[in-house]
């Protein structure tokens, strides 16, 4: 099972161009969306998840029409947006109750199995009597996913899921996401690396409304090793550095700056080779030194 999209554009009113010709192929299993605020991602979400219209292109899930079939697509989704809002008076298993009933759920016995199900899923069956109003940020995001896993959704949206979150409930979340990509499409928009690299088989990159790289996360990386060199240098060299060599990103260290820098070759004394990583993939994409060669990575990056 496969989400096809296909030339995909969004421009608004205001002139700004969200989304210009996206194309992606999308298996099933966790496929990452990564790429930074206001690059496009929550408006090719809201496009899947048919919310939106988008200018023109078109989108394929199994057989159906995304855009001329929202009904039926309805039926098979799960969309946990970027933010939600719940009844905070609300008792975590009557809302989520509730939904069901509005998913089509009517049967009593069947819906009550159904609500046991996905808050023991969740880790939420011991607050089911709690109200939502006291839950964490995470306890919320987790009851986001159990109504958007309601009708055991073929294609499933989390928009920015991690932002916020502790890092506990990062990982209890992040567990819980990759526990659903088994028999459905799911897609993690994002912009933090770590959330695609940890989670993801496939992924792509997206930046000012354009696919910069589509690749398999572990065959990108492997791509740029031997390329990826560090070293220790004083924050007043990282100008001159940057005039002749590729930097990928800094980060301070004891009051002095740690500089990876992206080349074939060392780019001086001082530099060791790394071993790379997906932050490095996403940063040397970005700013264009990557150059996918194979159909596996999706050859739209930018020279």
């Not at 096809?4 to 161009?17: D, L, M």
Request: proline share 5%; aromatic share 6%.
């Amino acid at each position: 099972m496969n989400l096809t999209i296909s030339n995909v554009s969004k421009t608004y009113p205001n002139g700004v161009r969200a989304l210009q010709g996206i194309s992606l192929t999308v298996p099933a299993g966790l496929y990452g969306l990564l790429g930074p605020n206001g690059a496009g991602k929550s408006t090719l979400m809201r496009i899947l998840a048919t919310l939106q219209e988008p200018d023109e292109g078109s989108i394929q899930l199994a057989g159906l029409d995304v855009l001329g079939q929202k009904e039926k697509v309805r039926e098979t989704l799960g969309y946990l947006p970027q933010e939600f809002g719940v009844y905070p008076k609300a008792k975590a298993e009557d809302l989520l109750d509730y939904f069901a009933v509005l998913k089509g759920i009517t049967q009593r016995a069947a819906r009550r199995e159904v609500v046991e199900a996905l808050l023991r899923q969740t880790n939420l069956w011991d607050v089911r009597r709690q109200q939502l109003g006291g839950f964490s940020g995470g306890m919320k995001q987790r009851f986001g996913v159990a109504v958007a896993l309601l009708g055991n959704p073929k294609l499933l949206i989390v928009d920015e899921p991690t932002a916020g979150l502790d890092p506990a409930e990062r990982v209890r979340f992040l567990n819980l996401l990759s526990e659903l990509g088994e028999n459905s499409v799911v897609i993690l928009s994002t912009h933090i690396v770590e959330d695609v690299a940890e989670l993801c088989t496939n992924m792509a990159i997206i930046n000012q409304g354009q696919i910069l790289l589509e690749a398999e996360p572990l065959r990108a990386i492997e791509r740029i090793r031997g390329k990826v060199w560090r070293s220790v240098v004083e924050k007043s060299a990282l100008p001159a550095l940057a005039q002749v060599h590729a930097i990928i990103s800094t980060r301070l260290l004891g009051g002095r700056t740690v500089v990876r820098v992206y080349g074939e070759a060392a780019p001086g004394a001082g530099f060791e080779a790394v071993p790379p990583d997906l932050e490095d993939v996403y940063f040397t994409t970005m700013a264009g030194h990557y150059h996918p060669t194979s159909a596996q990575e999706g050859g739209a990056a930018t020279s």
